[in-house]
């Protein structure tokens, strides 16, 4: 992960599970610094969910003061391990709203009661990204970043019980929205009407990646990954969730 250097706090890491409405215990990772964290964060994967990669992007996170939770997002379906890619673009259309937004905020009092915040930011990365910019609007959240979150829903996801994060967007907390200038999932068309809906709010902002495609953050296993400009991100990002 090296656009996202290590901070100077000690990380601890550890894995745990958070207690649904539904009684579902949704494994998660959850990652803190030594002594007594700067701020606090709900944290949610991508489509593949919770794994290696987030485990250490939460450690990485940790290091610079940041008490983190990372929920996996489809463990209403079972045993998250068993699905694969696949799976999981299947299964989208059956993700809930409601559903989704009440584990994060289960998260976010999670890191109340364990590390002590009175804040918590959301931030997600693709489909994690979208569920941020929706949990921004929901009124738990203090701040959002979410990273190449899609703004309207592929028509491939549309099931009924989830609606475009472009719905909610005018109630955002503080957001800073990260994306590529060359991202399918986030056409132009989408980006400006997120900007229109932000219009006039001086603590909401967007940044494009010209050259940028889908992904180019997070994981530096992707052909997409670009490390100049996620360490940009990850620094804005940094500095926003710091402030």
Not at 165 to 170: H, I, M, N, V
Not at 206 to 223: I, K, L, Q, S, T
Request: hydrophobic content about 45%; charged content about 25%.
């Amino acid at each position: 992960m090296a656009a996202l250097a290590e901070g100077t706090h000690e990380p601890f890491v550890e894995r745990i599970s958070i207690r649904s409405a539904d009684g579902t215990q949704i494994p998660a990772i959850h990652a803190r610094p030594e002594g007594v964290p700067f701020a606090a964060a709900v944290l949610i994967p991508d489509i593949m969910g919770v794994r290696p990669l987030f485990d250490d992007i939460c450690r990485r996170v940790a290091s610079h003061g940041i008490a983190v939770v990372a929920p996996e997002p489809f463990a209403h379906f079972g045993e998250p391990g068993s699905l694969d890619f696949e799976a999981r673009q299947a299964r989208m259309p059956e993700l809930d709203d409601a559903v989704q937004l009440d584990d994060l905020e289960r998260a976010a009092n999670r890191l109340v009661v364990e590390d002590g915040a009175s804040d918590v930011a959301v931030l997600g990365f693709c489909m994690g990204g979208m569920f941020a910019l929706k949990a921004a609007a929901t009124g738990r959240f203090d701040r959002a970043v979410p990273f190449y979150g899609m703004i309207r829903l592929p028509e491939n996801w549309r099931g009924g019980r989830q609606r475009d994060a472009l719905e909610t967007a005018a109630a955002a907390c503080p957001t800073l929205a990260i994306f590529g200038g060359r991202d399918a999932f986030t056409p132009p068309d989408d980006v400006e009407a997120l900007r229109a809906a932000w219009n006039g709010l001086p603590d909401h902002e967007v940044v494009v990646y010209p050259e940028a495609e889908h992904g180019f953050v997070h994981d530096p296993e992707r052909p997409a990954h670009r490390p100049d400009d996620a360490a940009d991100a990850w620094h804005r990002a940094l500095s926003f969730l710091l402030t």
